[in-house]
């Protein structure tokens, strides 16, 4: 195990304890977070529609007073591209962030909401002028944010997150040792769908709230199955707990790396790989 555990190490692989050595090469599913696990967790924004009485230029500023104390990626896509295009962003009134969902802002005599269909809905905001926009960009694999002024939308805006160069190698090796791969994600189905499409991944549980990743881990473990979680948020901390293994990025949050008990130091999804063989090669050391 020593031996194991100080192989990891020279591999950038972080193990916690003995335990997860011996437990990892039982795997049966593990279950991935997309953004920052899969992803790259940088998205920038692609696409900025506007509804008829408003411009781009409006809707990418609204938006941006919205997300302008942000520490959410998808907030600061939305910063970055509206200074990218020298727009000045007046300060909102007040903000407010609603995980998993948006962002809520008072700003000029009215009630900015920028997010997902859950805020929408939240917030009864009219969808259908903009609905048929907001499919055709999450075909495409984009995230995308309704602008709304209470319940008047004022557009949309996709924005396009890469994956990283080793996802698809990762996740057709899990496949190949016949574990089954689950991503999951607080974004919606059909976004969820196209990226799980170009992974190859079995099985993809989408529109999940922070709350709520814990629980799928759970299921799948009644299923009588060793399950592993990979992330990299705060919001996996709870699920990366759960897990018989809690695999954490390395550059994740420090949430995640101390709720982990295998660390990726060096930030390469396929280590994931690497650990299981290491545990294999290790166990049947011990054996024999
Ligand atoms: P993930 O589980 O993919 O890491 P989150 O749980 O952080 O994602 O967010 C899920 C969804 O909630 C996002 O895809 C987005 O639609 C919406 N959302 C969350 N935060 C914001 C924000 N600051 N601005 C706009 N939308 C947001
Ligand atoms: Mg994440």
């Known amino acids: 195990i020593l031996v194991g555990t100080a192989k990891g190490a020279q591999n ?5 304890g003995g335990e997860y050595l011996e437990t990892a090469h039982k795997l049966r599913a593990i279950v991935f977070d997309k953004t920052g696990t899969l992803t790259r967790g940088k998205p920038s924004v ?10 781009e230029e409006e809707v990418l500023q609204l938006a941006a007073v919205a997300e302008k104390g942000s520490e959410h990626p998808l907030g600061r896509a939305v910063l970055e591209a509206a200074e990218k295009k020298s727009i000045k962003i007046p300060e909102a009134r007040s903000f407010k962030a609603v995980p998993g969902e948006g962002v809520v802002a008072e700003y000029d005599g009215g009630t900015l909401l920028l997010g997902n269909r859950k805020l ?14 907001i499919s055709t960009l999450e075909e495409a694999g984009k995230t995308v944010m309704v602008l709304s002024n209470g319940k008047e939308p004022l557009g949309i805006i996709g924005l396009a997150d890469t994956l ?4 698809v190698d990762t996740v057709r090796e899990l496949k190949r040792m016949k574990i089954e791969v689950v ?28 709350e709520q990743k814990e629980k799928v881990i759970r299921d799948l473990q009644k299923d009588g199955k060793v399950v592993g979680m990979v992330g990299d948020g705060i919001n996996d901390a709870p699920a990366l707990a759960a897990s018989n293994i809690g695999i954490a990025i390395g550059s994740g949050t420090d949430v995640a790396v101390e709720t982990g008990g295998i660390v990726l130091i060096g930030n390469n999804l396929r280590d994931v790989v690497t650990a299981i063989k290491l545990s294999k090669a290790t166990v049947r050391k011990i054996k024999q």
């Not at 692609?46 to 411009?55: I, S």
């Not at 990283?164 to 996802?167: I, P, R």
């Not at 189905?189 to 999940?208: C, H, I, P």
């Open 183 to 210: 991503m999951l994600t607080g974004d919606n189905a059909r976004t969820a769908k196209a990226v799980a499409g170009k992974l190859g991944v079995d099985r993809v549980v989408a529109d999940v709230l922070p």
């Open 120 to 133: 929408m809905a939240m917030y009864d905001a009219k969808l259908q002028p903009v609905e048929a926009n």
């Open 164 to 167: 990283k160069d080793d996802a």
């Open 12 to 16: 950038g692989i972080l193990i916690k």
């Open 46 to 55: 692609t696409d900025v529609v506007a509804t008829a009485k408003h411009t």
